[in-house]
């Protein structure tokens, strides 16, 4: 998987996990609350893991900005990815 698709399945999965762990804590039942907001909470870390293993330098596999754009260069190496 590219920098660039993992990028987009990080941000997807952070967006979906605060829409349903806002929507779980409007339910007005205790223990559907706390099901759908673990659930939330697990499609959060879902989302941190693939940006941690996969938005990496193709060429150094140093860690590439988790925040705003794709890059166009490694900032470790200077390569164009």
């Known amino acids: 998987m590219d920098h ?3 990028r987009k399945i990080f941000w ?3 967006l979906l996990a605060s829409v ?3 929507l779980g804590a409007i339910l007005p039942d205790e223990k559907m609350q706390k ?4 659930i939330g909470i697990i499609i959060f870390i879902l989302g941190g893991v693939i940006a ?3 938005m990496r ?7 590439l900005n988790l925040r705003g754009f794709s890059p166009d260069y490694c900032p470790y190496c200077g ?3």
């Open 79 to 81: 390569k164009k990815i």
């Open 35 to 38: 099901a759908v907001i673990t």
């Open 20 to 22: 349903v762990m806002v």
């Open 4 to 6: 660039r698709k993992a």
């Open 12 to 14: 997807i999965c952070w």
């Open 52 to 54: 941690i293993c996969f």
């Open 57 to 63: 330098c193709p060429y150094c596999r140093g860690l």
